[in-house]
Structures are given as structure tokens and as C-alpha cells.
């Protein structure tokens, strides 16, 4: 038998079994490569898209949280100007309150206790320099 007639018989042997050529063929790791690198990269667009839409609301969250500490802020340096104001017209006796005299009194008590504890600091800090000139001497 030639080469021919053999490939004559096999060819049917072949089909009978049910193997064709494509259905040998396995995929390549190139194929392979091109689905896991698709896969991925949508995993990759969708982890980006969830982190951008997480910076931006961090980014809301923050903004907020700012805004709201300034107006605090704000609110707090308004409060002392008021304070202030009014301790200057009590004491000046331009309006008269039993609580706002009794406000500005215990604030005229912690201005002669914050006086007296920096007139002892420096006159403490004057005698510790004396102790140290006489020791060195």
C-alpha cells in the first residue's frame, strides 16, 4: 500500500471516531493570556471606578466637616466679641442684670488671680536668677 491509500483509510477512521482538527487544537496560552488580561483589566476599571466615586465622597465628607468646624469657629470668635462688650458696658454701668453683674464680677476675681500667679512667676523667676548668681559666686 502507497502512501495515499493509507491516508485514504485513516481519513475515514478519523471521522467515525469524531475527531476533527479544530476540536484538537488547544488554546493557546496566548488566547488564554488575551482573556485572563480582559478579565482583569475590568476588574481594574472597576475597582477604579468604585475608589473614585470613594475619593469623592471623602472628599464631600471632608469638605463639610471643614465647613461646619469654620462656622464654629466663627460662631465662637462672635460669642467672645459679644462677651467682651458686654462685660465693658456692665462695667462702665451702661445696662445693669443681676447675672451679668455677677459674670463680670467673677471675671474681675480671675483677672486679679491670673495677675497675682504672673506677679509671682516673675518675681519666683528673679529670685531663682539671684539663688544661681549667689551659688556660682
Do not use: C, W, Y
Not at 485514504?8 to 475527531?19: F, R, W
Not at 476599571?45 to 475608589?51: E, P
Amino acid at each position: 500500500m502507497n502512501q495515499t491509500e493509507q491516508e485514504q483509510e485513516q481519513a475515514p477512521q478519523d471521522e467515525a471516531v469524531g475527531v476533527d482538527d479544530a476540536s484538537t487544537e488547544t488554546p493557546s496560552f496566548g488566547q488564554a493570556a488575551g482573556v485572563l488580561g480582559e478579565a482583569f483589566g475590568q476588574a481594574m476599571r472597576v475597582a477604579l471606578r468604585r475608589g473614585r466615586s470613594e475619593v469623592g465622597r471623602a472628599a464631600t465628607t471632608g469638605r463639610h466637616r471643614l465647613q461646619v468646624r469654620q462656622l464654629k469657629a466663627d460662631r465662637d470668635a462672635m460669642l467672645r466679641k459679644i462677651g467682651l462688650e458686654v462685660l465693658r458696658l456692665v462695667e462702665a454701668g451702661e445696662i445693669s442684670h443681676p447675672g451679668l453683674l455677677r459674670s463680670a464680677q467673677r471675671v474681675s476675681e480671675l483677672d486679679v488671680e491670673l495677675e497675682d500667679l504672673e506677679t509671682r512667676r516673675t518675681s519666683g523667676s528673679e529670685v531663682q536668677a539671684e539663688d544661681e548668681g549667689a551659688a556660682e559666686s
